[in-house]
T-cell receptor, first 116, second 111 residues
């Protein structure tokens, strides 16, 4: 079945360093790839997303890259700050491909800790 | 304020009881979703609805039921048939293909 693998499960960095989280998806029909940030006890919030017609997208300190051939996509956070500490989830979706609904398949999450 | 609200924030259930979790959105979104989150796992889809009066099972629908009588509301009932209901439940909505907006969640504990 459809699957998204996410690595690493935990990541500790020093403030100011970069953090990279990687995901691999199995469904070649996936065309939408969001990244969510979840703080303790709260619902996930979208921080950036990318569609399959582009290879990279950047928003200030956050960037996402997509390699469709390898079915990999990654989240890059530069100049990390303590408030970046949270759990990050990647996800993949077919969108409306083939009449399917916008069903998101989530990775298992990465706990990012930014040490001051 | 536009957004998704879930209630209650915390819910305790005795074994054998049914409980209903509320989810309301005022974003005028057509699609709504229910996810379950367990420690160390990603979000798993329970049920989804693309339009009023229609809904489909997700990956882990057993022991759950939903209704979609109004566009704004998508309540989830956790029945006594759900053997391990203790979890964090998240509701989401979307306009179409693309971003799903999540509510703050309900933490359900079975006593």
């Amino acid at each position: 079945g459809e699957n998204v693998e996410q690595h690493p499960s935990t990541l500790s960095v020093q403030e100011g360093d970069s953090a990279v989280i990687k995901c691999t998806y199995s469904d070649s029909a996936s065309n939408y790839f969001p990244w969510y940030k979840q703080e303790l006890g709260k619902g996930p919030q979208l921080i950036i997303d990318i569609r399959s017609n582009v290879g990279e997208k950047k928003d200030q300190r956050i960037a996402v890259t997509l390699n469709k051939t390898a079915k990999h996509f990654s989240l890059h956070i530069t100049e990390t700050q303590p408030e970046d500490s949270a759990v990050y989830f990647c996800a993949a979706s077919r969108g409306n491909y083939g009449g399917a609904t916008n069903k998101l398949i989530f990775g298992t999450g990465t706990l990012l800790a930014v040490q001051p | 304020d536009g957004g998704i609200t879930q209630s209650p924030k915390y819910l305790f259930r005795k074994e054998g009881q049914n409980v209903t979790l509320s989810c309301e959105q005022n974003l005028n979104h057509d699609a709504m979703y229910w996810y379950r989150q367990d420690p160390g796992q990603g979000l798993r889809l329970i049920y989804y609805s693309q339009i009023v009066n229609d809904f489909q099972k997700g990956d882990i629908a057993e022991g759950y039921s939903v209704s979609r009588e109004k566009k704004e509301s998508f309540p989830l009932t956790v029945t006594s048939a759900q053997k391990n209901p203790t979890a964090f439940y998240l509701c989401a909505s979307s306009k179409g293909p693309g971003e799903q907006f999540f509510g703050p969640g309900t933490r359900l504990t079975v006593l």
